[in-house]
């Protein structure tokens, strides 16, 4: 199958080239870049040279393709739907643009009036573990937030199988990588102001927000701290469950809805090193682990991913596997590095 | 079929295994103690102290 990325010289592109080249069934056509038009692709991404002798293009040099990935800043393709939907008979797309349901949420989180709220529900969130078999017959595909799937994964069983008292709330907070912020350099990102740090960059407020509601149904509060780590994200999260539940009862929540999972693994030890989920171990992985511990009916429930996979590039590539019929881990087999 | 008494995870335990015998639990990783054919019981086990 034949494939083009637009926007591949940002970090979640480079990924998308990364886990594209090693793909049995997908050949990378194009990859699209203004600032970088004519260069390699390895002039940005050193990690694939002698993988591939791509150049990058232009947008207005795009051919048709089978299937197109979209990586464009937030806004981009809302505006230029009709550019890009004429060049793929498919199209997934790991920007915020049509990840909402209702057009009114675009103005409250994003700051714009959607220009397409006709076409929001024929992009299908790309989270596989929600929406298999919606992805199965999809054409578009929207892929999910990388906080929002942090926070969405560990709950989503939770709410599913009626564990949760819905009564009282449900706090997450997140532990954010550096990567997360794109490859656009700002002051904040400045090394001397960057390294080290632990920096609350959203105690409230953050757009996420909008989809960690949709798809759970419930209120979260969520909060954002960016640490020394330029991949991953670790979420903690508290909430409280129905009396009578106990240890064995979350296990077996976890086990009935993600005992299938080919990328999410139960992680809760009582000895060794990694007893509970943990980033470091995750980068280039599309794994999320999942742990918890139970406090009376507190339950606080942690989640790790590699943000640029599972909660970017990765979702991306196992959604299209779906849609396409192909093996689910084709190009996402990579087990990780340890140490690292 | 035995379950683990600490995540519930059933799992059949190989034949041959001795009472008394520690195995551990493949979802969990409990220590577990084989009490009988079928059955089997949490192991004490020593929990890391990481500076608490």
């Known amino acids: ?340 | 079929m035995a379950e683990c008494p600490v995540c519930g995870a059933e799992f059949k335990l190989v034949d041959g295994a001795e009472k008394g015998e520690i195995i551990t639990c493949n979802d969990c990783g409990s220590e577990l103690e084989v009490t009988g054919k079928d059955s089997v019981q949490e192991a004490p086990q020593e929990e890391e102290d990481w500076g608490e």
Request: charged share 20%; with cysteine.
């Open chain 1, 1 to 340: 199958m034949k494939v083009s990325i637009v926007g591949a010289s940002g970090y979640g592109g480079g990924e998308l080239l990364r886990l594209l080249m090693d793909h049995p069934h997908v050949e990378v056509h194009q990859a699209t870049s203004e600032r970088n038009a004519g260069k390699p692709v390895t002039r940005i991404h050193p990690n694939l040279r002698k993988r591939t002798s791509l150049n990058f293009c232009m947008v207005k040099e795009l051919e048709k393709v089978d299937l197109l990935f979209v990586s464009l800043p937030h806004t981009q393709l809302m505006q230029r739907f009709n550019e890009f939907s004429g060049l793929a008979e498919r199209m997934v797309d790991l920007s915020a643009d049509f990840r909402l349901k209702d057009p009114a949420a675009y103005l409250k989180w994003y700051g714009v009036d959607h220009p397409h709220p006709d076409k929001l529900a024929q992009f299908v969130y790309g989270n596989v573990e929600l929406h298999r078999n919606e992805i199965k017959n999809a054409q578009y595909i929207t892929g999910a937030g990388c906080n929002a799937t942090a926070t969405i994964l560990p709950l989503w069983p939770l709410f599913k199988l009626g564990v949760v008292d819905m009564a009282l709330p449900v706090v997450a907070e997140a532990k954010c990588g550096s990567s997360e912020g794109g490859n656009a350099v700002s002051e904040a990102s400045h090394h001397p102001e960057r390294s080290g740090c632990v920096r609350s960059y959203k105690p409230t407020g953050h757009r996420h927000i909008a989809e960690m509601e949709q798809e759970l149904g419930h209120p979260i509060y969520f909060s954002a701290t960016s640490i020394e780590m330029v991949r991953g994200i670790l979420v903690t999260a508290h909430l409280f469950v129905k009396q009578g539940i106990t240890e064995k009862d979350i296990w077996k929540a976890y086990r009935q809805v993600y005992g299938e999972e080919p990328f999410i693994r139960i992680v809760k030890e009582k000895q060794g090193i990694y007893r509970f989920p943990e980033p470091k171990i995750l980068a280039g992985t599309n794994y999320c682990d999942i742990g918890f511990e139970l406090d009376g009916n507190r339950l606080v429930a942690v989640s790790a991913i590699d943000n640029l996979m599972k909660g970017a590039a990765g979702q991306a590539v196992h959604a299209m596997n779906v849609m396409c019929g192909f093996e689910e881990t084709a190009g996402l087999a990579f087990a990780g590095l340890h140490p690292v």
